[in-house]
């Protein structure tokens, strides 16, 4: 049996069910500031993604920022990759 004959049976004797189920794909944004180190500073920001987040439920919304306050961008990516 050829190895392209025996993917194809293997298809057939497993059935469609058994392949790993595909992946979807969600929108998302990130808003990106400077970051201060008052925490009030960061007060605009996350009302405006809040407002966002409420109005745009088709998005998954993070703040980050670049210093000084939490998330780091990369934290933020990493949240919504774990989210999926």
């Known amino acids: 049996m ?6 194809q049976h293997e298809r057939q004797t497993r059935g469609a069910d058994s392949r790993p189920p595909l992946r979807t794909h969600h929108s998302a944004l990130v ?3 400077h970051g201060a180190r008052d925490p009030e500073w960061a007060a605009p920001f996350r009302a405006i993604a809040n ?3 409420a109005t745009r439920k088709d998005l ?3 703040l980050a920022f670049l210093e ?5 961008l ?3 990516i990493g949240e919504l990759v774990a989210e999926g």
């Open 2 to 7: 050829t190895a392209e004959c025996k993917v």
């Open 31 to 33: 808003l990106f500031a």
């Open 51 to 53: 407002r966002v987040a």
């Open 60 to 62: 998954s919304v993070k």
């Open 68 to 72: 000084f306050q939490a998330p780091a």
């Open 74 to 76: 990369a934290d933020a």
